[in-house]
């Protein structure tokens, strides 16, 4: 579903010297120290990058880097008139400003349905048939996914063989007939091969299918779902999933969604899962590993699935056990959870962060042993169900819309679900604001995607803000926001206008001091 356009052309093409910078990330931040990987080292709150070393043992192979297709998508509208150019290919980019690579223009995808049979007998190898239904935005027929380092065998449009071609990073296809504007199409693409995770640029590091000994599971942010399935990769074009996993019998598949089919038959355990809610794609998941699902009563009115590695579930409470408190205090503050059912994945490898996977957050196994440190995070994720899963960022220059809501409701969570003095809350979020003032929350760079700044001065400016509207304002923007842009992205430009109007004040300065690398400012009210 494609919600809006984004940045033009021209900013695109001014971008793409920023791109070059892309794999280039500071090792020294990242240090792969096992001491600072582990949550009760860090403070209290790890989902801080800033705290936590990167996973140092992933293979890395970053993707070349295309340069912007601009060429396709100025053309007249009006084809009619001129059928020798009837031939319409599709843009290779939304334009996202700092990731001028990503995503594809021309089509609207409404369902992928992924039937994977994974194989994780030493390297994993994936066998994949995509079904994408999608429709035109314009008469293309030639259009592109993100895809790298998967090799298509075919590709059918509905139910006719096209040519399609392969660069690094896209899948191009090539279609007898234009797409019919507005009316589905339906594209299968059969692939193969051995997924990898490529360096993401970021302080996160490597992102994509990772294959480790224990399990294997795909860490998508921010654009690391093209490393598993063809897809239209940026949050712009949100879409429901249908995932069908086939794994060897004695493991499980897990992905994002509702399980609504499970059997084992010669050998293979098949697991079916379906997000009916539309998921940006860096919010997809699959992970393949011994899991054990346990529900949970439901807290909130909300059902809890959570898949957790069978080694963990004896200690798996004790650092879980508040997640229907939670939603307790989240449903009341934020409005209804916005997906059929909630859950983590726990998956038995050793990285850094937690990720907030569509219905169903994503955990490394290092973090959990049951002593409950890692609260923090457990609220965080949560709280990106609603801020960053229902709605997401426009762009990803947007990224404090995620990062800086689910840090300040950890601090929500601390106030309202367990009484903690919001004196104390105040002053914690001026200090660790203070100690992380730059880059600019509000444009922070794609290589500081998650830098520090993006989470705490982020965090502080929405307490900021709610000092200067008082409660009520503040929550019913926060209520409004999800509201109005569930199901969908929205921007900061939003945000500001839509606290603009709910208030009648004024606040572009407000927030050009809170989310630019000037000064912080002091907490008034
Ligand atoms: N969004 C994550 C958080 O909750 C951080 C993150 C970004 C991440 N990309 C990732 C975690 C990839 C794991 C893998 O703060
Ligand atoms: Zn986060």
Redesign the pocket.
Same mark, same amino acid.
């Given at each position: 579903m494609i919600r809006r356009v984004a940045p033009v052309v021209v900013s695109a093409l001014i971008v793409v010297s920023c791109s070059s910078g892309i794999g280039e990330f500071d090792q020294s931040v990242t240090g792969s120290d096992p001491s600072t990987t582990d949550p009760s080292t860090t403070g209290t709150s790890t !989902?801080?990058?800033s705290t936590t070393g990167a996973s140092a043992n992933a293979t890395s192979t970053t993707p070349e880097r295309e340069t912007v297709t601009t060429t396709s998508t100025t053309r007249p509208d009006d084809v009619d008139a001129a059928p020798a150019e009837a031939v319409r290919v599709g843009g290779q980019s939304v334009g996202d400003p700092y990731y001028p690579e990503l995503g594809n223009t021309g089509y609207d995808v409404s369902n992928y349905r992924l039937d994977l049979t994974i194989d994780t007998a030493g390297i994993d190898t994936l066998l994949g048939v995509a079904t994408i239904d999608l429709s035109g935005t314009e008469p293309v027929s030639t259009f592109s996914f993100d895809l790298v380092g998967l090799t298509v065998e075919s590709v059918t449009i509905d139910g006719r063989e096209v040519e399609f071609d392969q660069t690094p990073t896209k899948l191009v296809v090539e279609s007898d007939r234009p797409l019919t504007v507005g009316t589905t199409d339906v594209v299968e693409i059969t692939y193969s091969g051995t997924p990898m995770p490529f360096d993401?640029g !970021?302080r996160? =590091?490597p992102?994509g299918w990772f294959d480790t000994v224990a399990v294997s599971v795909a860490? =998508?942010?921010?654009s =690391?779902a093209r490393t598993w399935y063809p897809v239209n990769d940026h949050p712009t074009d949100k879409a429901t999933y249908l995932f069908r996993l086939d794994v060897p019998e004695g493991l499980l598949g897990v992905a994002n969604g509702v399980l609504t089919e499970r059997s084992t038959e010669n050998g293979r355990t098949v697991t079916q899962w379906e997000m009916r809610q539309p998921m940006a794609s860096?919010l997809a998941t699959v992970s393949v590993g011994d899991y054990q699902l346990i529900d949970s009563e439901p807290g909130a009115g909300v059902e809890v699935a959570d898949a957790v590695p069978t080694r963990l579930v004896d200690v798996f409470e004790g650092d879980f056990g508040l997640t229907d408190e939670m939603l307790v205090v989240f449903t009341d503050l934020f409005g209804p959870y916005p997906f059929d059912e909630y859950g983590v994945l726990v998956a038995d490898a050793d %990285?850094? %962060? *937690?990720?907030?996977t569509q219905g169903r957050?994503?955990f490394?196994g290092g973090f959990v042993d049951g002593d409950g440190s890692i609260e923090r995070?457990v609220a965080?994720?949560l709280a990106?169900q609603w801020f960053?899963n229902h709605v997401s960022p426009e762009t990803w220059v947007d990224i404090w819309l995620?990062?800086g809501f *689910? !840090?300040y409701a950890e601090d929500l969570w601390l106030e309202f679900g367990r009484g903690v003095g919001l004196g104390q809350l105040e002053t914690r979020l001026a200090v660790r604001a203070t100690e992380a003032p730059a880059p600019a929350p509000g444009d922070p760079g794609p290589g500081d995607? %998650?830098a520090p700044s993006v989470?705490r001065r982020g965090g502080a400016t929405l307490h900021a803000l709610r000092l200067e509207l008082g409660d009520d304002t503040f929550f019913e923007l926060l209520r409004t926001w999800l509201d109005r842009f569930g199901g969908g992205v929205a921007s900061t430009d939003d945000f500001v206008a839509l606290a603009e109007e709910l208030s009648g004040e004024e606040l572009d300065g407000f927030f050009d001091s809170w989310l630019g690398a000037g000064p912080i400012p002091a907490f008034s009210g």
């Open positions: !989902t801080d990058p993401s !970021t996160i =590091g992102i860490v =998508g942010e921010p =690391g860096y %990285f850094p %962060f *937690a990720l907030e957050s994503l490394s995070i965080h994720e990106h960053g995620n990062e *689910a !840090t995607l %998650f989470y």
